[in-house]
C-alpha cells in the first residue's frame, strides 16, 4: 500500500510534538468517523466495563473518545467502572478494557509509577478472566507500564520501562525509530485471528505503532505485533537491550478467558495535536489501525477464534 504524502507529513510533525511540551496539546479528533458498514452485534449486545478508577490517562470521554465511539456502532453495550474492582463489578461484563493506569493522579505526580492496582484487585481480575471474563490491557511505556506491573505480572506478562525503537522497520517518512509499522511485507504482523478477520474485508495489513514499550506473554501466548530482532529497548544498556522475542501486541488465553495487551495507547484511538489538528491513529486511511482494533474486540467477545 502507498502511503499519502499527507500522511507522511502528520506522521512527521507528530513525532516532533510527541517529544516536546505540546504533548498535553493531544485530544480526541473530533471528526474521526467512527461508522461500522456492518456491525457485529444486532442484539445480545456484548457488555464491556472501560477503567476510569485508576488515574486512567485515557477515557472514553476524552482522548478515547474515538475508540468508545467504534465499539458501541459496532453493537458493543459500554460501561464506565469508577470503584475498585470486586467480584460483583465485574460479573455482568464481557470485556473488561483498562487503559493507562497510573499510581498517582497525573503522570508527573510523585508515585505515578506506584501500583494502580491493590494485590486484591489483581486476584479479582484474574479469577474473572480464568472464568470467561475477557481483558484488553493498553499500557504505554512508564509510568504507565510500571503502574500496571503488578497486575500484568500476574498473569504472566512482562513489561518494559522504556519503549521500543527499530530503524530498520521503522516508517521512513516520520525519521523517528519509534514509529514502527508491522506488515504482512515485513513479516512482523503475524498470522493470527486477529489480524485475518471473518474476512479479506476485515484483513489487516499494515499497521503503525507510536512509541510504545515492549511486551513479553506467558508460555502460549501469541505476538501478532512481534518486534524484530533489530529492535532495541530504549532504556536497556547500550548493546545489550535486544528486543528479541518481544512484541508491541500480544494475545493468549487463560483459563476460560482471553488477555489482549497492547503496547500503545495511541494507535487504538483517533488522536489530533497541535495548532494544525494534525492527525495520528485509527483515523488514518492509509494503515489499517481501526480495523485492527475492532478484529481485537471481536476476538476478546469470541467471534473469532
Known sequence: ?????????????????????????????????????????TKNFPRVLFDEAHNNSETPNGRYKPFADLLFNDGYQLALNRKPFTKESLKTSKILVIVNPL????????????????????????????????????????????????????LGIEVSRGYATDPANSEKGANDPSVIVYSRDNQLLAAH????????????????????QLLKGPTGAEAFLKLADTAVDSAAPEKSGSAAG??????FRLGKGRVVVVA??????????????LRFGINSEDFDNKQLTLNIMHWLSGLLK
Open 1 to 41: 500500500m502507498t502511503i499519502k504524502l499527507s500522511t507522511l507529513l502528520n506522521i512527521c510533525a507528530f513525532v516532533v510534538i510527541l517529544n516536546s511540551s505540546a504533548l498535553a496539546q493531544q485530544s480526541a479528533d473530533p471528526h474521526f468517523n467512527a461508522r461500522v458498514d456492518t456491525p457485529a452485534f
Open 103 to 154: 499510581g498517582a493522579e497525573d503522570v508527573d505526580d510523585d508515585g505515578a509509577d506506584g501500583q494502580a492496582f491493590t494485590a486484591e484487585e489483581c486476584e479479582i481480575i484474574s479469577d474473572w478472566i480464568r472464568g470467561g471474563g475477557a481483558l484488553l490491557l493498553i499500557v504505554d511505556s512508564a509510568p504507565h507500564s510500571l503502574a500496571a506491573g503488578n497486575l500484568a505480572q500476574g
Open 193 to 212: 485471528s486477529i489480524t485475518n478477520g471473518r474476512s479479506d474485508a476485515e484483513r489487516v495489513n499494515k499497521v503503525v505503532v507510536f512509541n510504545g
Open 246 to 251: 518481544r512484541a508491541q501486541g500480544i494475545a
Open 264 to 277: 500503545d495507547a495511541a494507535m487504538l484511538s483517533a488522536q489530533v495535536t497541535g495548532s494544525e489538528n
